[in-house]
């Protein structure tokens, strides 16, 4: 009879690895422009989070949520998981993501740069940077998600 001890130290069945690889990233989606504007967006908000950190730190909220919701639109893409909520509309989500933030992102940095601090005008030039991806982001979900969808569903 095997105890729990001896189930521990065996390698995982079939069916166990197959589940485990739900978590794998594609490194397919991470070199696709989908995963470089991710990673472009993630990394401009980290730049912009910390020069709102170093100068006005009321405003480092709205870059630090900015940043955990652009992670995890990174992780779940990276990794497929988004194909397990079949119910939610990505791309939907995804275009008021990018919309939310470009309206965020306007907002706290031209109200960053009204301080003349060095850290603040260095948060105002990339948040004026990552507004502009944001919008190249969201013109590309509407061209290529939102519009298609629409004209299938009048032809139907």
Not at 48 to 64: E, H, N, R, W
Not at 95 to 110: E, G, T, Y
Request: charged content about 15%.
């Amino acid at each position: 009879m095997l105890s729990a001890l001896d189930r521990r130290d065996r390698p995982p069945e079939e069916g166990a690895a197959a589940g485990l690889q739900g978590f794998a990233v594609d490194k397919t989606f991470l070199s696709s422009l989908k995963g470089i504007l991710l990673e472009t967006e993630l990394a401009l908000t980290f730049i912009i989070f910390i020069c709102f950190t170093a100068s006005i730190s009321a405003y480092m909220a709205a870059a630090l949520l900015e940043l955990f919701i652009t992670l995890a639109f990174l992780f779940l893409y990276a990794t497929q998981y988004y194909q397990r909520f079949d119910r939610l509309n990505w791309p939907c989500l995804d275009f008021l993501r990018c919309v939310s933030a470009i309206i965020i992102f306007l907002v706290v940095s031209f109200a960053a740069v009204t301080s003349r601090d060095g850290a603040a005008i260095a948060a105002f030039v990339f948040g004026i940077i990552l507004v502009s991806v944001f919008a190249y982001d969201a013109f590309k979900i509407y061209r290529t998600e939102i519009v298609p969808r629409a004209t299938q569903g009048d032809q139907q």
